[in-house]
């Protein structure tokens, strides 16, 4: 299944991808949150469809396109977790998992406009695969009960001002929280429609031009041991997102170093799970 969000900010409601068309849920269920997922909310969805998928109500096509899950309890993210990504950082490959917070008022639709933080010079692009809880986990005790603890996965735009998160005192959460630095979407893919989160080609573009391509076949660490990696050192809740690395190609990268300015546009897709477009103001 495609789970969906849309309406304005503030007023999103939960949708679905039905033969290509959005239809609208929320006479069902309230939203893709923690309580939804955490009631088996998902069974119910699969026995609706089975039943009258059919017939739930079509989404406006001028409807806004909202990040696919409710804003959620965190966003952890995983710095450096593709070994071409840490040598073109300058950066050694960690032994274990970087994990770093970013707020979740970040949080944004997919094809919504994304705003240059005020005295910017250095705002960076990261296409990454996302990863949405089911379930509530700690201590988990193996990797595959991690595994089933995944709920679906989806495209994540990990935005970045490299001078607040590097030059700064080292803070990477001050170089990732600013307004609408998390578009997430089009899409939750269910787990059950991505055949091996470890085989999936990843692009971005700037203005029609390729700056990253790379799979998550280059992960150092699987989305299955960074959930139980995290399990380990704190709950982490149903409808949580973890994002999950970049591959090379992002601006602080580039020779010389290329950053986002006002006016540019970022196209960024992974396959099976959709496209999202954001234009820079």
């Known amino acids: 299944m495609k789970l969906i969000r849309f309406g304005e900010v503030g007023a999103e409601r939960p949708g679905i991808m039905v033969n290509g068309s959005r239809k609208d849920c929320s006479a069902f269920f309230s939203d893709w949150d923690r309580s939804f997922f955490q009631r088996g909310g998902l069974a119910q969805l699969r026995a609706l469809l089975a039943e009258e998928g059919h017939l739930l109500p079509d989404v406006p096509e001028t409807a806004r396109w909202a990040a696919p899950i409710a804003r959620p309890g965190m966003i952890m993210c995983i ?43 250095k705002t960076d692009w990261e296409v990454e695969l996302g990863v949405v809880l089911g379930k509530d986990v700690s201590y988990l005790a193996s990797e595959a009960e991690a595994e089933a603890a995944i709920v679906g996965y989806c495209v994540v735009n990990d935005l970045s001002e490299r001078d607040f998160q590097l030059a700064r005192g080292g803070q990477w959460i001050k170089g990732k929280s600013c307004p609408g630095f998390s578009p997430v979407g089009p899409y939750l893919v269910t787990a059950d429609e991505v055949r091996n989160p470890l085989n999936l080609g990843m692009q971005l573009k700037v203005n029609g031009e390729t700056m990253q391509s790379g799979n998550t ?6 989305p299955a041991h960074l959930v139980w990696y995290l399990s380990q050192h704190m709950l982490v809740e149903a409808g949580d997102l973890i994002s999950t690395g970049t591959p090379p190609g992002v601006g602080l990268g580039q020779d010389p170093p290329r950053y986002l300015k006002a006016g540019d546009e970022v196209e960024l897709s992974i396959d099976g799970l959709g496209t999202q477009r954001q234009r820079f103001v």
């Open 79 to 121: 710095g450096l977790n593709y070994s071409d990504h840490a040598k073109e950082s300058g950066m050694e490959v960690p032994a274990e998992p970087l994990i770093f917070g970013k707020a979740s008022n970040t949080l944004s639709g997919p094809y919504d406009s994304v705003a240059i933080p005020k005295g910017s010079e």
């Open 217 to 222: 076949a280059t992960m150092v660490f699987s």
